[in-house]
């Protein structure tokens, strides 16, 4: 016994030596806190060391006492030990807290990283919504100009005329070129109620001078095979009300239409902006293009 004392204070000496110099530069300052973990550490390695001596001391040295359970497993018998207190105490109140941290604490489901962005998300749209309920027309074209120089401009360039015909040139309604290709291909990409326009609606001169008549801003007398044209773009050629696209000027509905659904035709391929743009700012675009047509 006086041995395994001894044992036992050489052992907190070292382990307080290894601490003092594991922790290194930490307690050469004249902090008190520092101090004060040094204690705290002496604290823990002595109640450690004792613990574990206390129990090294009952294995060698107690001798089993107490009464014997009737059952015997092949001739191993059980004392009659009661549950320690302590221990029942904390096994119960384990279960207990486990039942109520799984249904009333933190049940399944209320929390998820995915679920508190879409929260997030709603309540800012909402807080977007309410600050811009009724916006004019120059705050639209301002939030416009901003969203088309984030969204818009590495395609269409900072000034909407096109990066080297890479994409369309937007303070331009249309070219000849495009609207050639058009008539003579046919378009179905922008999801407009009347659907697909046919291939193939006018060829040749007759082609060219309507081609030539819209990219121009159909000004003047129309072509007289524009009225094929007509009877689905309107006679003045401004899409029946939203019935097809508008060939005069990028209005709020063929905006919105090419933002959703993206466009396929003589240029390339713009992709669909679906979800990404909230009808406000769809609307700010839309005033933003408007007015750097008026503008121009
Ligand atoms: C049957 C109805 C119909 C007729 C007739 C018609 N169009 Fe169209 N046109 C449409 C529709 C619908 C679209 C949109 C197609 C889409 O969803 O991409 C369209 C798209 C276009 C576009 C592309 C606009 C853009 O910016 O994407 C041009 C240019 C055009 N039409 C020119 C003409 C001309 C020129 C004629 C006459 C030769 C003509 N259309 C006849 C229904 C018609
Ligand atoms: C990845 C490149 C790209 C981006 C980004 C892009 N566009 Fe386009 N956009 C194009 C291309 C290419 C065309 C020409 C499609 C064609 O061949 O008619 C086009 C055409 C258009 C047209 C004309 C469609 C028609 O029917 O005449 C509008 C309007 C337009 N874009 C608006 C926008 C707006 C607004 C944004 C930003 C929110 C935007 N684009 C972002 C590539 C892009």
């Known amino acids: 016994m006086k041995k395994m004392v001894i044992g036992g204070v050489i052992l907190i000496v070292v382990l307080m030596f290894a601490t003092f110099f594991g922790a290194g530069d930490a307690f050469q300052?004249?902090?008190s806190v520092n101090s004060l973990t040094m204690i705290g550490a002496l604290a823990i390695i002595t109640i450690t060391v004792a613990t574990a001596l206390k129990y090294v001391n009952q294995i060698k040295n107690d001798k089993a006492t107490g009464d014997l359970a009737?059952?015997?497993w092949d001739g191993i018998g059980e004392y009659k030990n009661p549950v320690p207190f302590g221990w029942a105490i904390i096994f119960i109140g384990t279960i207990l807290w486990m039942l109520w941290y799984f249904f009333v604490g933190y049940p399944t489901n209320q929390f998820s990283q995915i679920g508190q962005y879409n929260?997030?998300?709603?309540?800012s749209n909402a807080k977007f919504a309410e600050t811009w309920k009724n916006p004019d027309h120059d705050t639209l074209v301002a939030m416009g100009e901003s969203v088309f120089l984030v969204q818009c401009a590495p395609c269409h360039g900072v000034d909407a005329e096109g990066i080297e015909g890479k994409a369309q040139d937007l303070t331009h309604r249309i070219s000849e070129a495009q609207?050639?290709?058009t008539i003579e291909n046919g378009q179905n990409s922008l999801g407009y109620a009347m659907g697909a326009m046919p291939p193939n609606m006018a060829s040749g001169d007759d082609a060219k001078a309507i081609a030539k008549y819209i990219a121009d801003g159909l000004k003047g007398e129309a072509p007289a095979m524009f009225s094929a044209?007509?009877?689905?773009?309107?006679?003045?050629?401004t899409g029946m009300g939203g019935m097809a696209p508008n060939l005069k000027e990028y209005d709020e509905t063929l905006v919105t239409h090419v933002l959703e659904h993206g466009k396929r035709g003589e240029?390339?391929?713009?992709?669909?902006?679906?979800?990404?743009?909230n009808p406000t700012q769809v609307k700010a675009v839309s005033a933003y293009l408007s007015s750097i047509k008026a503008g121009e």
């Open 29 to 31: 300052s004249d902090d």
């Open 70 to 72: 009737d059952e015997s």
């Open 119 to 123: 929260e997030e998300v709603k309540e």
């Open 179 to 181: 609207v050639l290709y």
């Open 229 to 237: 044209c007509a009877s689905c773009h309107g006679p003045d050629g």
């Open 267 to 277: 240029i390339g391929t713009m992709p669909s902006f679906k979800g990404r743009l």
